[in-house]
């Protein structure tokens, strides 16, 4: 990008009389405070277009300018990028080739000692900017009773701090393959129409995977782009999964593995568990009558003094104490009964070599 776009590109559109940078937002409502860089998930279009190991463009032009001023800055970014992308293709293409390369040849073989980032945030870290606008004055509101920023017309030229540093706050070591049993069509759905590769059981297959067991589920108030979001916490799980046949195995030697990563990793901003196409998991279908688990509890109790300590502990939640539901749950979540497939993820990680039976 430093070589072709702000090198090449960047001087040609400046040069037709636009001004540009790149795509930041405002620490706050006061712009003295500095700006800071937006950070794509993959959701966005400049979030997932390195994924797949391509370039991406995103171009934004402001509100308040002249419709005429917008739709010429940008054509002329058009212009020069499409222009730049026409002179030096080869490369681009060289550029493409190799990364869809590297990323299968990574899928080949498993490092526990890999970090693949998840997640990033920006640091306090930050460099002058020189910044190019109009004379602002902050003054409050009476409509919304916060401060409003009001333009003038007059230029203003400030040195402010520009905050373009990010650091990995969330990485995993990609398996080599996942595995997703075949009743979560609306997943697989979702992956075909990203084109992933993958083949499918013959037959029922017991198979050592890793895995997680979520705890703290917390719903959204609302929905979001028509589903309802949560937030989680991981607790990783090994163990041997019997998945039945049609199961999708997805290898990560394959040039969108980027893109199965993030889809299939809780901890991912974007991923299936976070967009609740997992909820079902979380939903408890069977109970215990209290009439039923009274007695059960109390035969619990004396073959387990380890149990009772347990509970004792418990009834020093006053909140606890006083709820006879929570108290009988919690001897029917510890009993045999107990669905121990609630909060448990269905997607298998594999990461030794692994061969479909016939």
Do not use: C
Request: no cysteine; proline share 6%.
């Amino acid at each position: 990008m430093n070589e072709h776009f702000d090198g090449k590109v960047v001087p040609e559109v400046e040069k037709e009389g636009n001004l540009l940078t790149h795509y930041l937002q405002f620490d706050g409502r006061d712009v003295s405070r500095g700006i800071e860089t937006f950070i794509p998930t993959p959701r966005f279009a400049t979030g997932y277009a390195p994924l797949r190991n391509r370039a991406g463009l995103l171009i934004e032009t402001h509100s308040l300018k002249p419709y005429k001023s917008r739709v010429r800055g940008t054509y002329d970014i058009l212009r020069y990028t499409i222009e730049e992308i026409n002179r030096t293709k080869a490369s681009l293409f060289e550029a493409n080739k190799k990364a869809d390369a590297e990323t299968i040849e990574r899928g080949k073989a498993f490092d526990a000692n890999s970090k693949f980032p998840l997640r990033l945030e920006i640091t306090k870290k930050s460099t002058p900017f020189d910044f190019k606008g109009v004379e602002y004055k902050l003054e409050d509101s009476k409509i919304s009773g916060a401060k409003r920023i009001v333009y003038g017309t007059k230029p203003l030229d400030i040195t402010i701090p520009k905050f373009d540093e990010a650091k990995v706050t969330t990485f995993v070591s990609p398996p080599l393959y996942y595995i997703v049993p075949p009743q979560w069509q609306p997943v697989i759905e979702v992956l075909e129409a990203h084109d992933i590769k993958f083949q499918r059981l013959n037959k029922r297959q017991t198979i050592e995977v890793e895995s997680y067991r979520f705890s703290d589920a917390k719903w959204a108030n609302a929905s979001f782009e028509s589903r309802l979001t949560l937030s989680f916490k991981t607790n990783p799980v090994k163990e041997k999964r019997e998945f039945p046949a049609g199961s999708i195995v997805i290898p990560l030697a394959q040039e969108a593995a980027k893109v199965v990563v993030h889809l299939l990793e809780p901890n991912s901003p974007d991923s299936f568990v976070y967009w609740g196409f997992f909820n079902a998991i979380f939903e408890q279908k069977e109970y215990g009558e209290g009439y039923v688990t009274e007695k059960l509890a109390r035969e619990m109790l004396a073959k387990n003094p380890e149990l009772k300590k347990e509970f004792d502990e418990k009834l020093k939640d006053e909140k606890f104490a006083k709820s006879a539901f929570a108290r009988l749950s919690f001897f029917f979540e510890r009993s045999p009964y107990f669905d121990k497939r609630i909060g448990l993820y269905p997607v298998g990680r594999i990461i030794e070599k692994f061969e479909i039976e016939k």
